[in-house]
Every structure is written in C-alpha cells, then in structure tokens.
C-alpha cells in the first residue's frame, strides 16, 4: 500500500494492534494503556494486547464503580477508571530541584529532569480534551511550565472512541465527544463481533508514520459506517447532561445560593473529586531536607482546593467553611475557568460522580442551582 | 528501550538565584528589612507593587512584595513580618546569609496612568511596604502628579515602619503626609483611630484623584467605603491582595480569587475589576 495521508481511514486486526504495540515501544516509546488494577481499570505500562483489559467492562453510578465482565472480547470496553493522563503529564509527585547546603548558603545541584517519551493508548475523546484544557494552564499562558511541556511535546496519542457511554458520562452535551476529531496521532474506533476489528484514522505525520511500519488494511465502506454508528449509539447512551448555556453567569450571579449550604451537608471535602478529575491541576511545593541538612530538595505534588491549608494564610483559611471551598471547586471548573482560559474546566468524563464517596453529582447540583437561581439564566 | 530526554530548563519559572543578604534592618519587634545583592552580580528591575519569591534553603519559599527603590535595580529590599516558620527563617538570616529569590511577578500600581492626578496613598501596618516604591517613584517624579497625600495606619508607635524615612516625608513641602495609631503608647502625641479616619479630611481634587491602598483585607473593605464616599470611584481605586501562593506563575492554583490569579493579574488590581468577588465572603 502507498503512503498514509492525515484523514485516511484504515483497518487493524487485534494483531495489528499488537504489532502496533511492539512497533511504538521499538520506536523508543513508553507505552501507557488500560489495564486491570485494584479493582478499576487503570493506566500502566502495556507492553502486549495481553495486558489490556479484554473482556472487561464496568458499571458506574454516582458514589459507585465495579468491574464486570462483559461476555467478549472487546480490549476497550470499559468507561473511564480513576486514573487519568495527567498523572504522566503532570505527575503527582515530581522533584523540581535539589541543593546542597554550601559554607555561604546553598548550591542548587540538580534541576534537570528526564522527560520520559509516552505514547498514550486508549485516550478517549473526553481526557483528550482534557488535555488539551491542560495545555492551556501550563504552555499557553505567560510561562510555560518546563516539566509538562517536556513531557507532552514527546507523547503520542492513540485515542480510542468509545462505542458505549457510562452512566456517569455527560461527554455529549459538554462538547468533548465520544468521538475524537482532532489532537491525536491515531484514532481508533473498536468493533467486536464476528469479525474483531479496529478502525483506524490517521491524525499526523507521526501517526501515519507507525501505522505504515504495521500490517493494515483498506477499510471497505461498511467497516467505516458501522464504527461510526456505534460511536454515535454512544453519544445517544450519556448517563447525563449537564446544560453548558449561561452556565458562567448562572454561577456568577449564585455565589450565596443555598443549594451550596445544603451540597455542604454531604460533601465530606475529602477531595477525590480533585484528584480524578483530568483537568484539575492545583499543586503545593514540599521541601524535603536530609537528615543533616546537608541536601533538600523541592518536590511538587498535587493539591487540592478542598484542603483547608489550600487558602491558608497568616491568621486563618480564607475558605474556612466547606459550602466555601465546595463552591470554589465547581465554580471554578464551570465559570471562573471560562474567564481564565476561554473554555469550560470540565469534560463531562464523569470521574468525580462515580469516584465521590457520597455520591454529589456535579450535574445535579448545577441543575439545582438553575431551578431556583437568584436569577435565571 | 524507552527513552529519556533531558526536559526543558527551569530557569525564569521555578528555579531561585541566590541572592546575598547585605544588610539587615530592624523595624519593629518582628518585621525587619532586608538588602541583598545577586551572588552573581546583574540586577533585577521591578516595577513597584510586584513581588518576590523568596526561598530559605531546607524551609521554604513565600511571597514578599518588594519595598526597594525601583531605580535601584542592584540592590532587592523587602520588608518581611516574622509571622511563621518561613518568614522567621528570613528574618533571621544575618548579614552575608543567602536566600534564593524568584521573580519578580505580578502587577504593578498604575503610576504612569496617575499622571496629571491628585495621588492618594492609603497603607495600613505592612501594607506600606508594597508601596514604598510607589511612593519613591512619586516624590522623585513629583512634577507629573497634582497633589500627593499619604495616610499611613499602624497598630501602635512601636509598629510603625520606616520612622526615619517617614520623618523625612513629613518635612517635605509638596505632599501631606498623615500618621494615625490604632493605640496610642508612650509619648504619642499624633492621631489615635483607625486610617480610614483621615480620608474625610483629605485635601484632594476628588474628580482627579487615584488611589493606592495596601493593607489587611478588612481595611482595604472600609477605605474603599470611605473614598467612595469622599467621592472616588471604585474605577479609580487599586488595591493590592494577598492570597497563598505555592508558585507565583500560575501554576499552582491557590492565589485564585474568582476568575483571577493573583499572581499573574495582580496582586494589585483596580478595584471595580474585582469587586464581585470583593463582596463575597469565603471566595
Ligand atoms: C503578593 C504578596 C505579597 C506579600 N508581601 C509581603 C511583604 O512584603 N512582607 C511580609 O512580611 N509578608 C508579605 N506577604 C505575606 C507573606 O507571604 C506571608 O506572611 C508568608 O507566606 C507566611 O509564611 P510563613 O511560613 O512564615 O507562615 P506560616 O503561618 O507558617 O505559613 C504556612 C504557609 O502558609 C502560606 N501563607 C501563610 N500566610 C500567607 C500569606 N499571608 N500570603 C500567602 N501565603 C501565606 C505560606 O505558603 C506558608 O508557607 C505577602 C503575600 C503576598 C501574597
Ligand atoms: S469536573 Fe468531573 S466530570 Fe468534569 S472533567 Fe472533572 S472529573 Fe470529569
Ligand atoms: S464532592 Fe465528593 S469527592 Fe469531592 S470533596 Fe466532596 S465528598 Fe469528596
């Protein structure tokens, strides 16, 4: 076959994929993918269609989440697990510097850090966009944070859109999928059934590059269309929705509406909401000493806005009541971040539904501010 | 094998220079001033209202607004309260000590759009440290402003910072320079009340006046009451905030104030842009 073009549609059989696979860790990659873990689908290293997760599905309420098995062979048919991309983009824990105690003060003795080169197998149209809503925070304001720029100008992105939507989804009414239009190297859309076979779309040079170095083959037009349909069956099956229109104002005007005294009540502020959530990006700084104070070193780990030290400052929490730092967080994914970046903070990937331990559900809460708003939006 | 590539330089964002501490200046019982020089030599030009990072090896790292002149680029001065465990760690550094400074960051007060305006300058305790470079950019440029007044509040006599230099101010002919304490100890003989007790008296053009106001959030509240009231509007009225601050650009997430970074869109910001959220407690 000639060369790959961005836009052309091909057909990889599970030992494509699997050559695929091989090919990228050949190339030099890391490759990071589902697999089965702790009782929840998460991302680790995938060095075979052995390790993925085949047959595996899930089913996901507000507060809830169990595996379940599926009754195919599907390698990704499972929704969203707790982890996401940004604990390889923008790890959880991550050394910035290390100094050494000098005669006159300190010396800085470390600061360069290794950028590990991933290839992401199995991002989904919605943690694509989340990406992307990361990139926003970190490469495109004033100053570019070094680490996640090394890390995401090396990775390779092979989405794969999902054919069944979770209960906790709401991709759909937030813009940002099922199906992955652009952003990735490869675009894969997985059909099982009496053939098992997986639609590929080329989406860079890059891309095009690894599928030409992989057995494919041309995809007939029914191939396509029937991917396709099962890709839109899933933006029929969102578990929710969450109405986008006016949200911003909606919020801003609803800064002392009672539902918050009332989510108050329930939320435990434990902050799994925020570390689930793939656009979530808060951090706080450590400072780690040797024993002799010979060497310290400065690690950067994730934080959290539902931490009362999170707005601590001399005197007491600026956000001393939970209603406060609730509010914080949801109206900074929905409102605030429009202002800050130009585009909503969530995704609709639903992680913080399925993965809070009292089940508060971000869409309800929205709904029930709009039912009885200040004023209506 | 998977590879590993070296990642982009930390310079200009995350890494501290190391600074050398030249002098040590005591202010009050607890708040000191402090000069450094780069160790490496070079200077930093800042524009006054922005701060500083300032890192104290095997402690920590914290926000200090700079209080040196601003055409004194080779020297970094900051005035820093010994308020918990990284601030009394740079206080206590000593003449020749080194601390890691990033920056600067962050907005500065809107001096040249004051031009041709009557300025007044409201600080209450620690807050007149943020603007003394405004004030020195001010007196040195007295010719592009009406007329200058300065309301500063401290707690008591013995909070008051830069006595001598305020000393001087007061002999000046060409700005009011207006003193008050919350309590009145030894021999003071000076106003005794809270500062937003001398804006009434302010001998100002109230259609072409700025203000500059820096001090504890509560203050801040009630001075923008009492120059509203005088007639100042909020579209001319800064303010400086202070929130927490893990990394200065924008990065960590903890300075937001509404839709603000303060970090990056302030600290110092005019007042009416951020009222909204001004208004609502716990934000
Ligand atoms: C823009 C800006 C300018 C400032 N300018 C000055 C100045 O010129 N002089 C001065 O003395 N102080 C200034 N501060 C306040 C100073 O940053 C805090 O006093 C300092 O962070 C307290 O740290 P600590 O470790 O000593 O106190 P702790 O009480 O031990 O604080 C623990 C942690 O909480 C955070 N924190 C506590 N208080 C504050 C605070 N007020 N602001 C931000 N983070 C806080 C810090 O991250 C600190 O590491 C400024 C703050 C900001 C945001
Ligand atoms: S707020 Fe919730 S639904 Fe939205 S992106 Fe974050 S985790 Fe997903
Ligand atoms: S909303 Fe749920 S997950 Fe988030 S902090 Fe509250 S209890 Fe925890």
Redesign the interface.
């Known amino acids: 076959m000639g060369k790959l073009n961005i836009g052309d549609k091909v057909i990889l059989s599970p030992q494509g994929l699997q050559q695929l696979i091989k090919t990228l860790?050949e190339e030099?990659?890391?490759v990071i993918g589902p697999r089965l873990g702790d009782g929840a689908i998460v991302y680790g290293e995938v060095r075979s269609i052995e390790d993925l997760p085949e047959g595996w599905g899930d089913e996901q309420e507000a507060g809830r989440y169990r595996l379940r098995r599926r009754g195919d062979k599907a390698l990704f048919g499972y929704n969203l697990g707790p982890d996401s991309w940004k604990r390889f983009l923008h790890p959880p824990r991550i050394l910035?510097?290390k100094?050494e105690?000098t005669p006159?003060?300190?010396?800085?003795t470390h600061?360069?850090?290794?950028?590990?080169?991933y290839a992401f197998l199995g991002v989904r149209a919605c943690e694509l966009h989340a990406i992307r809503i990361q990139d926003k925070?970190?490469l495109q304001?004033?100053?570019?944070?070094?680490?996640y720029?090394?890390?995401r100008a090396?990775t390779l992105i092979i989405t794969v859109n999902c054919t069944e939507a979770g209960r906790t989804c709401f991709c759909a009414s937030m813009g940002t999928g099922p199906k992955a239009h652009e952003g990735f190297d490869i675009s894969l859309t997985e059909v099982t059934g009496d053939e098992h076979y997986f639609l590929a779309e080329v989406g860079s040079e890059r891309g095009s590059e690894i599928l030409e170095r992989i057995e494919y083959r041309a995809a007939a037009r029914d191939e396509v269309s029937e991917a396709e349909e099962r890709v839109s069956r899933a933006a029929e099956s969102m578990g929710r929705s969450l109405q986008t229109e006016g949200l911003k104002e909606l919020l801003?005007q609803n800064?002392?509406h009672p539902r918050w005294d009332e989510v108050a009540e329930r939320c435990l502020t434990c902050g799994n909401c925020t570390l689930v959530c793939p656009t979530c990006?808060?951090?706080?700084?450590e400072?780690v000493?040797s024993l002799d104070?010979g060497s310290?070193e400065?690690w950067r780990v994730w934080?959290s806005?539902f931490s009362l030290q999170?707005?601590?400052?001399?005197g007491g929490s600026?956000?001393?009541?939970p209603?406060?730092r609730y509010r914080?967080w949801l109206t900074?994914k929905l409102?605030?971040w429009q202002?800050?970046f130009g585009e909503i903070g969530c995704v609709g990937c639903g992680r913080c539904i399925t993965w809070c331990p009292v089940g508060i559900d971000i869409t309800e809460e929205v709904k029930a501010i709009r039912e009885n708003a200040v004023k209506k939006v | 094998m998977a590879m590993l590539q070296e990642s982009e330089p930390l310079e200009g964002t995350l890494l501290p220079e190391p600074f050398i501490v030249s002098k040590v200046r005591r202010e009050t019982r607890d708040t000191f001033t402090l000069e450094m020089e780069p160790l490496n030599g070079g200077e930093k030009h800042f524009t006054p209202g922005q701060f500083n990072m300032i890192y104290v090896y095997g402690v920590g790292e914290v926000p200090i607004s700079i209080s040196g002149d601003p055409v004194e680029p080779s020297i970094l001065k900051h005035t820093v309260r010994a308020v918990g465990t990284v601030t009394r760690a740079i206080t206590s550094v000593k003449r020749g000590g080194m601390l890691g400074v990033r920056g600067p960051f962050g907005s500065g007060w809107p001096l040249k759009e004051a031009e041709g305006y009557d300025v007044v300058v409201v600080a209450g305790g620690l807050g007149l440290a943020p603007l003394r470079p405004a004030i020195l950019h001010l007196l040195r440029n007295r010719e592009r402003y009406g007329r200058v007044a300065i309301l500063y509040g401290a707690r008591t006599p013995m909070d008051m910072l830069y006595k001598k230099e305020l000393e001087r101010w007061r002999a000046r002919f060409d700005i009011d320079l207006d003193v008050t304490v919350d309590h009145a100890t030894g021999g003071w003989k000076g106003n005794v009340g809270v500062v937003t007790t001398l804006i009434p008296g302010l001998k100002i053009d109230v259609p072409n006046t700025v203000a500059l106001v820096c001090g504890p959030e509560i203050m801040m509240r009630f001075t923008v009451r009492e120059l509203n009231k005088l007639g100042i509007p909020d579209e001319r009225i800064y303010i400086s905030m202070e929130r927490n601050m893990k990394c200065a650009v924008g990065f960590c997430g903890h300075c937001q104030f509404g839709p603000q970074f303060i970090c990056r869109d302030g600290p110092v910001f005019r007042y009416d842009v951020i009222r909204p959220f001004f208004q609502v407690r716990e934000v």
Request: glycine share 8%; net charge positive; charged share 25%.
């Open positions: 860790w030099g990659y890391t910035l510097w100094a105690k006159k003060g300190f010396r800085i600061n360069g850090h290794e950028a590990p080169r925070v970190f304001g004033r100053y570019k944070d070094p680490i720029m090394s890390r090396n801003y800064y002392e990006f808060c951090t706080t700084v400072e000493t104070g310290s400065r934080d806005c999170f707005s601590y400052i001399h600026v956000r001393a009541s209603k406060s914080q900074h409102a605030t202002d800050q």
